[in-house]
């Protein structure tokens, strides 16, 4: 399974000597990776390459300064009326909050969104999920855009941006983050996607931000970063049988349920689900952790009630408050995505977590991701994926994280990052 914007599907099927699966340096998929990545970096871009965003030919450039490559433009000059549509179709603002029109988007994305390379998987974002994903403090509804068919209102065409303030070394900067990118299949190749994004840029333009953050597992000019997921087996058994990882040489089913198998209850003393009231420490403990990182998210205590405070079936969140000194000391998280399983007769859906935002001060980083699966598993969840950003590192291979078959690429728009960033440099996650 692979994350947000990357397939959402398969592990890498190499296997470590414990039945685990493992990156081998040189391995098939690695090298063809890195072909892959090359053959990348010579395709031409009709569309990306008129656009302000590092550009594949000025990769080796050292002379050109990092941070803003265009100056912002006048107000009076962003263009007023919207991108041109082929006749038949218009522009609408999707209203989040009618419930009709939640499920319009709800279809759209769940028929037409991401899929594995193999399409054996679809993300299946929830209404609820959506609705927290798209109204954090300060959003824009006009950022919320539709493509409708003229004749008949259906919807066959998603974008949609938020606002975040997003810190780019020492540069804060209030920047749009763009997802939910989606064409209808019977509508792909048809350059509609180009326009979407334009129609949105010029949307972000007049409310004077320049400035977006977008991830996507296509190669585009050009990442800042380039991710991988991980994956740790919570129901081993659907997962082989779902065909989203494979039997291990030399294992059997029971030696791998064996394997994956998580304590009943969580170690931490303190260990509890966040609340309202912890929303002022645990914004002091997430700014002093993200502190850290080249680029990651400024956030703020509305931020941090908006995307941490639990809200059911879509983000979790727990810490450890010290039993005797009352003191908040370490912050997981993780949020719900399921996968549709496409043409599977038994099993219809792939109930995953994703890693969020987690700080360790005091409790063991190790140990606190121990106790987020072992809730994960009382949770129900099939699997908990993780990319290999912030200190994820630290954990994945000893708590049986396996490596993903895709990659997940980050994107400043009209933003210069000199030199690509390591993953673990990175402090931000998107949806
Ligand atoms: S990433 C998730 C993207 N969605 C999916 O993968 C869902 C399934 N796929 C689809 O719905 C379609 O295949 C999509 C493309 C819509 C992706 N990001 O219309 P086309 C370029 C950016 O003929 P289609 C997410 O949501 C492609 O390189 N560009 O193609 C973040 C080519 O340009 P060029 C992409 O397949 C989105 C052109 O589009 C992507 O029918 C961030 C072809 O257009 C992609 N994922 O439709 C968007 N895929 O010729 C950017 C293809 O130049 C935001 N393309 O190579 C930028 C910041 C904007 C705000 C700025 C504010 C200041």
Same mark, same amino acid.
């Given at each position: 399974m692979v994350g947000s914007n990357s397939s959402p599907g398969g592990q890498d099927q190499?296997?470590?000597?414990?039945?685990?699966?493992?990156?081998?340096?040189?391995?098939?998929?690695?090298l063809s990776r890195k072909a892959q990545n090359?053959?990348?970096?010579?395709?031409?871009?009709?569309?990306?390459?008129?656009?302000?965003?590092?550009?594949?030919?000025?990769?080796?450039?050292?002379?050109?300064?990092?941070?803003?490559?265009?100056?912002?433009?006048?107000?009076?000059?962003?263009?007023?009326?919207?991108?041109?549509?082929?006749?038949?179709?218009?522009?609408?603002?999707?209203?989040?909050?009618?419930?009709?029109?939640?499920?319009?988007?709800?279809?759209l994305l769940t028929n037409n969104y991401v899929e594995d390379d193999e399409n054996m998987f679809r993300f299946d974002y929830s209404k609820e999920f959506l609705k927290w994903a798209l109204r954090p403090p300060g959003y824009f509804k006009s950022?919320?855009?539709g493509?409708?068919?003229?004749?008949?209102?259906?919807?066959?065409?998603?974008i949609t941006g938020v606002p975040a303030k997003i810190r780019a070394r020492d540069r804060s900067i209030l920047m749009a983050e763009i997802n939910f990118l989606c064409v209808h299949k019977k509508l792909r190749s048809k350059r509609l996607a180009p326009v979407l994004i334009k129609e949105v840029t010029r949307r972000v333009h007049l409310e004077n931000i320049w400035q977006a953050a977008y991830t996507a597992g296509v190669v585009l000019p050009t990442p800042i970063a380039t991710c991988q997921?991980?994956?740790?087996?919570?129901?081993?058994?659907?997962?082989?049988?779902?065909?989203?990882?494979?039997?291990?040489a030399r294992m059997t089913m029971?030696?791998?349920?064996?394997?994956?198998?998580?304590?009943?209850?969580?170690?931490?003393?303190?260990?509890r689900a966040m609340e309202r009231h912890d929303v002022p420490a645990v914004t002091r403990l997430l700014r002093n952790? @993200?502190?850290?990182? /080249?680029?990651?998210?400024?956030?703020?205590? &509305?931020?941090?009630?908006?995307?941490? !405070?639990?809200?059911?079936?879509?983000?979790?969140?727990?810490l450890v408050e010290n039993p005797d000194t009352h003191e908040i000391t370490d912050f997981c998280s993780f949020y719900t995505l399921p996968s549709s399983i496409l043409g599977n007769a038994n099993?219809?859906?792939?109930?995953?977590?994703?890693?969020?935002?987690?700080?360790?001060?005091?409790?063991?980083?190790?140990? @606190?991701?121990?106790? /987020?699966?072992?809730?994960?598993?009382?949770? &129900?969840?099939?699997?908990?994926?993780? !990319?290999?950003?912030?200190?994820n590192e630290s954990f994945l291979k000893e708590l049986k994280f396996g490596p993903g078959d895709g990659q997940l690429h980050y994107y400043l728009y009209n933003y210069r990052i000199k030199d690509a960033l390591k993953p673990s440099e990175l402090g931000l996650v998107l949806l």
């Open positions: 190499n296997q470590d000597d414990n039945g685990v699966p493992s990156e081998i340096e040189g391995s098939i998929e690695s090359a053959l990348a970096l010579a395709k031409k871009h009709k569309f990306w390459e008129t656009q302000p965003v590092g550009q594949f030919k000025d990769v080796d450039n050292r002379k050109l300064p990092e941070g803003p490559i265009e100056d912002p433009t006048p107000l009076s000059e962003v263009r007023k009326e919207p991108y041109n549509l082929p006749n038949q179709y218009e522009w609408c603002t999707c209203d989040i909050d009618s419930e009709d029109t939640q499920t319009e988007i709800y279809n950022w919320h855009i493509v409708r068919v003229k004749n008949t209102r259906k919807l066959v065409a998603f997921y991980w994956h740790r087996s919570l129901n081993p058994k659907k997962l082989i049988d779902v065909g989203f990882s494979r039997l291990g029971s030696r791998t349920i064996k394997l994956y198998r998580l304590p009943e209850s969580t170690i931490t003393p303190g260990f952790y @993200l502190s850290k990182f /080249a680029v990651a998210p400024d956030f703020n205590e &509305d931020d941090v009630e908006h995307w941490l !405070l639990p809200t059911e079936n879509v983000v979790d969140s727990f099993y219809s859906m792939l109930k995953a977590a994703y890693s969020y935002y987690n700080v360790s001060t005091q409790t063991p980083l190790l140990q @606190l991701m121990n106790d /987020a699966l072992i809730v994960a598993k009382q949770k &129900d969840y099939d699997v908990f994926n993780a !990319l290999d950003i912030m200190q």
